[in-house]
């Protein structure tokens, strides 16, 4: 059983920072892409950011030159580093992996969300 687990959401003023984690666990092989995707209110999942197993990267144009994906894949984890929060970034974050758990082939999975409010 694969899990993913996400820390690091909040309540954080505009203009400021947050630094979200995302830990993969459980029994596979290698974990492939993984993302960031964030929901708001009355709103569909986006993709925020994407990250390679090798380290290439994609923004959503809204987040570009603010947020930075990253990933440590000997811990099995990733980051999202969000900086010059503004209020529109108030959301529901959620990472997504793609990891393979069985013999040539590969699953999608969620964490469980968390929430980031960015209000003064």
């Known amino acids: 059983q694969v899990q993913l687990v996400e820390s690091g959401g909040g309540l954080v003023q505009p203009g400021g920072s947050l630094r979200l984690s995302c830990a993969v666990s459980?029994?596979?092989?290698?974990?492939?892409?993984m993302a960031w995707y964030r929901q708001a209110p009355g709103k569909q999942r986006e993709l925020v950011a994407l990250?390679?197993?090798?380290?290439?990267?994609h923004y959503a144009n809204s987040v570009k030159g603010r947020f930075t994906i990253s990933r440590d894949n000997a811990k099995n984890t990733e980051y999202l580093q969000m900086n010059s929060l503004k209020p529109e970034d108030t959301a529901v974050y959620y990472c997504?992996?793609?990891?393979?758990?069985?013999?040539?082939?590969?699953?999608?999975?969620w964490g469980q969300g968390t929430q980031v409010t960015v209000s003064s």
């Open positions: 997504n992996a793609d990891v393979s758990d069985y013999p040539g082939g590969s699953r999608d999975y």
């Open positions: 459980g029994s596979f092989s290698s974990i492939n892409a």
């Open positions: 990250i390679s197993r090798d380290g290439r990267t």
